[in-house]
């Protein structure tokens, strides 16, 4: 009798790319799947192994629970076998919700709660009552939000300007509004005098309205003749009208566009917390729960170490290990009051795997979709670290990477390829790391960076003075126009809030590509992302004689049985759902009388089944060809140009919206972390893109960890030394070359990378 092996049996995985593959997965082990950007780990590990996991799942639970559950189709294998529960980590943002912070995000906030109602003096009540949603623990001022809004003056006026040349920047208060055409005819101001040449009882009056007890009056002209109406100053009109009011219920006015003129100032009742001053004076010794939330969580960790009360230490034990696992991964200068949107893409990722950490199951599957996303080399020990400690407790670790060091740690490397999109979709090496370096796989045990040893000249630069933004420490910082520049550190040490907040404010013109999705839906394709579809559809239109709407599958053209969607799931209440390629159109989602049209010999479908490689000699159109063209320039020239949005991998989708800003010239691109997703061979791709952008006369700043990047930019500025606290300073500026000399975290990353 053969001994049995505990493995996950996949056979025939045909998803997305996959060309009908056999894969058996270790149990137990730390395994990393690996491959280019596309190459079909996302189609074999999330859309095969992790969707069939869920479905068999759900299959467990009665069926009127299940038709309230995500209802998960079977995926396109032959066979699946020995699957456990699995756990996603994904790459994407942590917590939805705008109030959502570590402390709720970690499910610490309920404890600390708990333990202020039951042992903090003088009593209140309720672990309820310490919330600041509840009707008791709110600020009566802000209503909970711990800041309030008020308007900023030098927003929502331009000095310089006259009421007419529209001194008020904000519509319904300008000409274009009836308030604003009543400021110019009332006769209370001089419609064409810049406000700063108001007379000072002028300018109080237009800003602050008449002193308390008085009433001015202004007549307005309407069709029945002049009506008074009182003025009360443009900032108090304001207040009331869009700050005060619920702005949902407007429709000429947005709430993004009432922020755009306002100021956010901690609420002075509250001191920002949120809650009510009753609340606040119940304290556990000497702090409230407001203290709590504002201090380092390693400074808290002392404070519950000091709380006797048996009681509370009962409340305590359960509060202490999610606190320890945060600061385990690094994280112990957060508080439990940060707001999960403010985190750094690094800093998210790590909240997220200390969250799955605290828990005590064993024998399930993790995956995790690019842990070192945002981790400076120097943190991906730690992570290395946790990957090794959920193994060691009878778990089975995948782990889509591109990084050497998690590569490195791995019991076993299954690398997809050879290419990407049609070109991937295989096996190209499953194995131990002895066999991975003697493979013909694309992936190297032992890369070798180039520092850039001739860097272009500096003439000019960008200039930041006095920078305050979340842990910047008034930061004054010089960086050089025209050329690729590097932002790198610890993740916390402020890069983003020096690029993504304070650059911004200085230099709103900057053209920002950030990390996240795109907004991805089924009918998304890449021609309509990158704004080309309309073109197709006019030359078709043009070709043929018919209206541009029968190229569409979302118009005129659309198939009328799968209504443009290509597939039928019928709808059967409690029934598992099954997705099937619509007969009537074969799955092109246009109707017949759309795909009789022809132009150069090919209809509308078999035109959108180009590869991007493809179309760039089909099409004559100058538009179609230079937008091509860019997808091209970022490596993508294999995908088709019909192809959706919502099939693309993580880096595909960072490319792609990379591409989508490649349009001009002269400009300044800002990208967030763009060596996300990517392998070691795309990024030596996109590092020419990023050349050539630079030779074209623009000027490019990437906020980047990857080493390849950081030592072939002209100049690198280093944030740290820590995180949170220990950061929001400039440890280092200059030359790749002059950074090899440096003692600063990335300085010493690039040293270990060029010796080894």
Not at 301 to 324: F, H, N, T, W, Y
Not at 444 to 451: A, G, H, I, R
Request: include cysteine.
């Amino acid at each position: 009798m053969s001994e049995f092996k505990d493995e996950i049996i996949l056979r025939g995985l045909k998803e997305n790319n996959l060309k009908n593959i056999d894969i058996n997965i270790p149990k137990e082990k730390i395994i990393v799947f690996t491959g280019l950007s596309g190459s079909g780990k996302s189609s074999v590990v999330f859309d095969t192994l992790a969707a069939e996991s869920r479905r068999q799942m759900a299959l467990n639970y009665p069926l009127y629970v299940r038709n309230q559950m995500p209802r998960y189709e079977r995926p396109r294998a032959d066979l699946m076998q020995n699957l456990s529960p699995v756990v996603v980590v994904e790459q994407r943002p942590a917590g939805g919700n705008p109030r959502s912070t570590v402390g709720t995000y970690m499910d610490i906030h309920p404890l600390i709660r708990l333990l202020f109602s039951r042992i903090g003096t003088p009593s209140i009540g309720e672990a309820t009552d310490f919330s600041s949603h509840s009707a008791f623990g709110k600020c009566p001022e802000c209503s909970g939000y711990g800041e309030v809004i008020t308007p900023d003056e030098n927003k929502l006026i331009d000095f310089d300007k006259s009421l007419r040349d529209y001194a008020v920047k904000f519509k319904p208060l300008s000409p274009a509004g009836w308030q604003g055409r009543w400021m110019m005819t009332g006769g209370l101001f001089d419609p064409d005098l810049p406000i700063k040449n108001y007379p000072e009882d002028k300018l109080n009056l237009f800003l602050y309205g008449p002193d308390r007890g008085e009433k001015v009056y202004a007549p307005f002209h309407t069709k029945n003749g002049p009506q008074d109406h009182e003025w009360d100053g443009l900032l108090p009109r304001f207040t009331r009208l869009y700050i005060l009011r619920d702005i949902s219920k407007l429709k000429e006015v947005t709430q993004n566009d009432v922020l755009a003129v306002s100021r956010r100032s901690p609420c002075p009742t509250c001191q920002g917390s949120g809650l009510n001053p009753k609340v606040l004076a119940c304290k556990i010794n000497g702090l409230n729960i407001a203290a709590y939330d504002q201090i380092e969580l390693t400074a808290l960790l002392e404070e519950l170490k000091k709380i006797k009360d048996p009681m509370g230490r009962s409340i305590v034990r359960q509060a202490i290990p999610p606190i320890m696992q945060l600061i385990e991964m690094g994280l112990g200068y957060l508080s439990l009051s940060r707001k999960i949107s403010t985190l750094s893409g690094g800093e998210a990722q790590r909240v997220k795997i200390a969250r799955h950490l605290g828990s005590s199951l064993n024998n399930i599957t993790y995956i995790f979709d690019e842990p070192t996303a945002g981790l400076h080399p120097e943190e991906v020990d730690l992570l290395i670290q946790m990957l090794k400690s959920l193994k060691a407790r009878y778990n089975t670790v995948i782990v889509i990477e591109h990084d050497l060091s998690v590569i490195k740690a791995a019991d076993e490397v299954i690398e997809m390829g050879p290419g990407a999109g049609v070109n991937g979709g295989e096996v190209v090496y499953q194995g131990n790391l002895d066999g991975l370096d003697i493979s013909n796989s694309a992936t190297t045990l032992k890369p070798k960076v180039q520092v850039n040893k001739n860097p272009r000249e500096i003439k000019a630069y960008f200039t930041i003075k006095n920078a305050v933004n979340h842990n910047l420490k008034n930061i004054n910082v010089q960086i050089p126009k025209n050329v690729l520049v590097s932002v790198c550190g610890v993740s916390g040490s402020g890069k983003s809030s020096l690029m993504l907040e304070a650059f911004p404010e200085r230099y709103p013109e900057t053209i920002r590509a950030r990390q996240g999705s795109i907004g991805i839906s089924s009918r998304s394709t890449i021609v309509t992302y990158m704004g080309i579809m309309d073109e197709i559809r006019t030359i078709f239109s043009k070709a043929t004689g018919q209206q541009p709407g029968l190229f569409s599958f979302n118009s005129t053209g659309a198939c009328p049985v799968c209504k443009g969607k290509g597939v039928i799931t019928p709808d059967v209440a409690f029934a598992e759902p099954v997705t099937t390629q619509c007969e009537a159109c074969g799955g092109s989602r246009y109707s017949k009388e759309a795909l009789s049209y022809r132009y150069q010999g090919k209809n509308i479908m078999e035109v959108l089944n180009l590869t991007i490689e493809e179309a760039n000699h089909y099409f004559k159109s100058a538009k179609i060809i230079k937008r091509v063209n860019t997808l091209k320039d970022v490596g993508l020239g294999y995908l088709t140009l019909g192809q959706s949005t919502s099939s693309l991998s993580g880096g595909e989708v960072q490319r792609l919206k990379l591409a989508s800003h490649l349009k001009k010239k002269g400009q300044i691109y800002l990208l967030d972390e763009p060596s996300l997703g990517l392998h070691a061979k795309d990024n030596e791709a996109l590092l020419e893109v990023f050349q050539n952008l630079v030779h074209r006369g623009n000027s490019l700043i990437i906020i980047e960890h990857n080493l390849d990047f950081i030592a072939a930019s002209d100049w690198v500025i280093e944030l740290g030394k820590g995180g949170g606290k220990q950061g929001g300073q400039i440890i280092f500026e200059g030359r790749p070359e002059e950074m090899l000399q440096a003692d600063t975290p990335t300085a010493k990353s690039l040293r270990k990378q060029i010796t080894e």
